[in-house]
């Protein structure tokens, strides 16, 4: 089986933005051991390229939730409390991390005065 056919496979897994279990076990009975390994890294490739993992030390207020929504509408976010920031935020999307958090700016500025 084609990858480009995988790849329309794993593009239809998904029902509103949502993996439908479904249809993966559906598709994944009909598939040999080759290529359910292919549809399986395919699809986990496919979840890390549309979704978006945000850590905070605290719950986020709703304002700021909404701007991340608009930000990455075409994509799910998964919320995580992190208590290891103390204030701040880290998101990560793809291979791009996006940080900015009191522990980091502290760290910096020890590392600065200690040079």
Do not use: C, W
């Amino acid at each position: 089986m084609e990858k480009k056919l995988i790849t329309q496979l794993v593009e239809g897994s998904f029902r509103n933005n949502e993996i439908d279990g479904e249809i993966v076990n559906s598709i994944a009975d009909k598939l040999n051991k080759s290529q359910l390994r292919e549809y399986i890294k395919q699809l986990k490739k496919y979840l890390a390229g549309h979704t978006v993992r945000v850590e905070t030390a605290f719950p986020i207020g709703k304002t700021t939730e909404k701007e991340l929504e608009e930000r990455y509408s075409n994509k799910k976010i998964n919320y995580v409390i992190n208590k290891n920031l103390i204030l701040g935020i880290k998101i990560y999307e793809d291979d791009v991390i996006y940080s900015k958090n009191l522990k980091d700016s502290l760290e910096d500025i020890q590392n600065y005065l200690t040079k």
